[in-house]
């Protein structure tokens, strides 16, 4: 697996400055899911439209912008490429269990809305989706309603944490294959 090209603490910090009101992971799971509904073009759109809602001075804007352009592309070359590199951007193992918990459900809500926003119908003919799409969303949902309680932060606990984001992480690859992948073949590694 290879690392993202962004911190997930400096790209929070630097959304903080932004006056963004996403969170790293839900930004991370968000961008995922619109190139994996509908490609590389469709997540720069929404990247344009993520920047232009923000309220930072010009520097910091062109500053995040130039992160999320690099986020973006090494996100598609991750999910399109043949060694499944791809990663979700989540605070690193040494975080509470909690915090890590709670961005892991955050990526997941990010990555199903990604997902309609790219044009993906959840809500509607279960039947145009196949069984293993509709069942990696059910289990997104679910995810994206969990948490961890710090009490109970143990080894067990840990290694859960480390099986869910496994399981979203060759979820995500999997979704990327059915709907952009497998329906109109490979595309360029470039997000402009």
Not at 52 to 69: K, N
Not at 89 to 107: V, Y
Not at 126 to 137: F, I, R
Not at 152 to 167: Q, W
Request: negative net charge; aromatic residues 6%.
């Amino acid at each position: 697996m290879t690392a993202n090209p962004i911190d997930y603490s400096q790209l929070a910090a630097l959304l903080t400055r932004s006056g963004s009101p996403l969170p790293p992971a839900e930004l991370h799971g968000g961008l995922c899911g619109v190139i994996c509904a509908s490609g590389r073009k469709a997540a720069s759109g929404w990247l344009d439209e993520l920047i232009d809602d923000c309220t930072g001075d010009a520097a910091t804007l062109a500053e995040l912008d130039s992160q999320l352009r690099m986020l973006g592309t090494a996100t598609f070359n991750a999910l399109s490429g043949w060694a499944l590199e791809f990663s979700p951007l989540l605070p690193d193992d040494d975080s509470a269990i909690d915090q890590r918990a709670e961005a892991l459900a955050l990526w997941c809500h990010g990555f199903l809305a990604g997902l309609v926003v790219g044009g993906v119908d959840l809500a509607g003919d279960p039947a145009a989706l196949s069984a293993e799409l509709n069942e990696l969303v059910r289990d997104f949902a679910e995810i994206s309603r969990a948490g961890a309680d710090p009490e109970e932060a143990g080894e067990s606990a840990n290694g859960s944490l480390t099986e869910l984001i496994e399981y979203v992480r060759v979820g995500a690859q999997c979704i990327f294959e059915e709907l952009v992948a497998g329906s109109a073949g490979r595309e360029s590694p470039t997000i402009h």
